[in-house]
């Protein structure tokens, strides 16, 4: 802008002055729009590139505090992670730890109720007397239906083997088919109750 006033005052001035210095006046004239023209160019691709190296300036300030801003939020979004993970950790060991007790009561009370428990002990003796008596004999003492083998003086792990097998189908003679069905309903505590009185018989 003060360019462009000192070139109207200039342009003033010449044309105020005298016709002495006319000729003289019109070639400085001539030739001082152009310089002066040439120096306004100048001082506006100056003041143009000046803009330009500070605009060029500015972009990259921006660019560097960009990347450096980027930079430091990865680092403290890893920190974060890295401390959320730490104290999940921290909190899932500390439950654990607290909920033990709890558990460990319910797995207890949760054995208690599927454990079997202990029936009562079979009567061999009752056994015998209702199911085997009336064939065997009060004390084993018969062939049952004149077919089978005395079995008082057996000893229990014969008497169990043999009673399995009706049981199971494997075992038997004559009275096989008899004795089966006896045996089906036998449970494995009833055999060995019903063995361990007619061995001592």
Known sequence: MKIVLSVALAVFLLGCSDDTQSSQTQESTTKAPTTT???VQATAQKSMDAVQETADKSVAAVKEATQESVTAIKETTTK???NVQETTKQVVA???KEAQPVVEKVQAQMAAVVAPTPTASVDGEKLYKASCMACHGATAEKK???KSQVIK???STKIEDALHGYKNKTYGGTMKTIMEG???NLSDEDIKALA??????
Request: charged share 30%.
């Open 144 to 146: 049952a239906l004149t």
């Open 182 to 184: 006896k045996a089906k």
């Open 80 to 82: 974060v992670v890295a």
């Open 153 to 155: 003086g057996w000893v």
């Open 196 to 201: 361990g009185y007619i061995s001592k018989l």
């Open 94 to 96: 500390d439950v654990k």
């Open 37 to 39: 023209v040439e120096k």
